[in-house]
Structures are given as structure tokens and as C-alpha cells.
């Protein structure tokens, strides 16, 4: 079976504490992407990040890492500093080698100013 | 440039009729996308189109649901004789060719309510 796993329904941390989102996956296929998308109170689901099953380098942007690790099928993302702004529902996301995005059920982020 | 657009944001309508939803796509993207939402969950695939032509619409729950792409930009996400269950927010994504891995950019949704 195909699945993204995301246990953490939900966390609050205080502002600027770091804070990492889980997401675990299961797949038989050797070739896959991961994403990050993040859906503010909005609604409007917001790209973050791509990569594919063939590039396990961890990737840093501004305050956001990511750490993908095959050998545990997880892709976790960390917020370092965190922000009010950075509130907001986070999905972790594959597609199975089609184009269909299959989503995780998401984990709710609450900053605490 | 412009993002996805969909319309409407919101839509009430009441048991048994029958609704339409717009997605405008990204200006050049190929690839057009319907998803589903409900409270709690991560968005569910319903189908997707490359051009015109839908390629995989093996996620609509029934046959009340039907889409089309007529002429491979603007989208209409159709649902016949409306159920309650049927209440969800409806997203659309595009991206600029239905390829394994490519980004899918999301629109903003339209809340359908089934009374």
C-alpha cells in the first residue's frame, strides 16, 4: 500500500522555538517526489518544496529545513526561530510514480506569540 | 502572474440539485487537477486533465460527479442531484504538464455546503 503518515495532528510551540513536522511514507516504487505545501487560515494551499527519491540531501531555505531520510521513508520538516506567520495547517505529500498528489492528513501548527 | 482562480469561493446550495464549479488554470499550464477536501483531511484526488482530455478521473466517488476541460484551459467540476455528504472545500491545481513529480499549484478552493 501507498501512504503518507502524518502523526502529529497537532502542536503548538511558543514564538521563536524550533519545531519539526513528521511525515513518514510507504511505497514500492523507487522513483517518487515529496512535497511540502502549507495552507494558511486562508485556505489556499502554498507550495514549499520538492524533491525527488534520488536526492537525500537535506535542502535549507531562510528558516525551513528539510531532512529526507530513505531508509526510514521520512521527510521531515523543521522551522527554526518560529513566527505567528508560520501558523498555519502542513501537509506532507507524494506522488507514487503518477501524477496524482497523495496527501498526509496534515499536522496544525499554532505559534504562540 | 496570475495564480489558479476558482468560482465560486463559496456555494450553498440544498439537497438533490445540481451544482457547477470553474477552475481557471495558470496561463500555459497543461495539466489541470481536482481534488477534494473535507474538515480534518488532507485534500483527495478526483481527477486530472492534459489538455482537453481527461487522463485519470479514477478518484470521482460516482457517477453524479463529472468534469470538463472543453478546451484545455478553464475547467468545470459538475455534481448532479447534490448529497450532503457532497459538502467539502473543491480544489484545482494546475502545473505545466501532467508529469510524474511536477509542482501542482493550488487555487484558493470553492467551500460547497450541501443543505
Known amino acids: 500500500a501507498q501512504k503518507v503518515t502524518q502523526a502529529q495532528t497537532e502542536i503548538s510551540v511558543v514564538e521563536k522555538e524550533d519545531v519539526t513536522l513528521d511525515c513518514v511514507y510507504e511505497?514500492?516504487?523507487?522513483?517518487?517526489?515529496l512535497f511540502w505545501y502549507k495552507q494558511p487560515p486562508s485556505g489556499e494551499l502554498v507550495f514549499l518544496i520538492r524533491r525527488n527519491s534520488f536526492d537525500e540531501q537535506n535542502e535549507i531555505s531562510g528558516r525551513y529545513s528539510w531532512n529526507f531520510q530513505k531508509s526510514t521513508s521520512s521527510f521531515n520538516f523543521t522551522i527554526t526561530a518560529s513566527q505567528v506567520v508560520d501558523s498555519a495547517v502542513y501537509f506532507c505529500a507524494l506522488t507514487f510514480g503518477n501524477e496524482k498528489l497523495t496527501f498526509g492528513t496534515g499536522t496544525r501548527l499554532t505559534i504562540i506569540p | 502572474g496570475a495564480g489558479v482562480s476558482q468560482t465560486p469561493s463559496n456555494k450553498v446550495t440544498e439537497k438533490g440539485k445540481y451544482v457547477e464549479l470553474r477552475c481557471d488554470p495558470i496561463s500555459g499550464h497543461t495539466a489541470l487537477y481536482w481534488y477534494r477536501q473535507s474538515l480534518g483531511q488532507g485534500p483527495e484526488f478526483l481527477i486530472y486533465?492534459?489538455?482537453?482530455?481527461?487522463?485519470?478521473d479514477s478518484g470521482l466517488p460516482n457517477d453524479r460527479f463529472f468534469a470538463v476541460r472543453p478546451e484545455g484551459s478553464v475547467s468545470t467540476l459538475k455534481i448532479q442531484r447534490t448529497e450532503r455528504g457532497d459538502s467539502a472545500v473543491y480544489l484545482c491545481?494546475?502545473?505545466?504538464?501532467?508529469?510524474?513529480?511536477?509542482?501542482?499549484?493550488f487555487g484558493p478552493g470553492t467551500r460547497l455546503l450541501v443543505l
Open positions: 511505497t514500492r516504487d523507487t522513483t517518487y517526489y
Open positions: 486533465f492534459q489538455g482537453t482530455g481527461a487522463a485519470d
Open positions: 491545481a494546475s502545473s505545466p504538464a501532467a508529469v510524474s513529480g511536477e509542482t501542482q499549484y
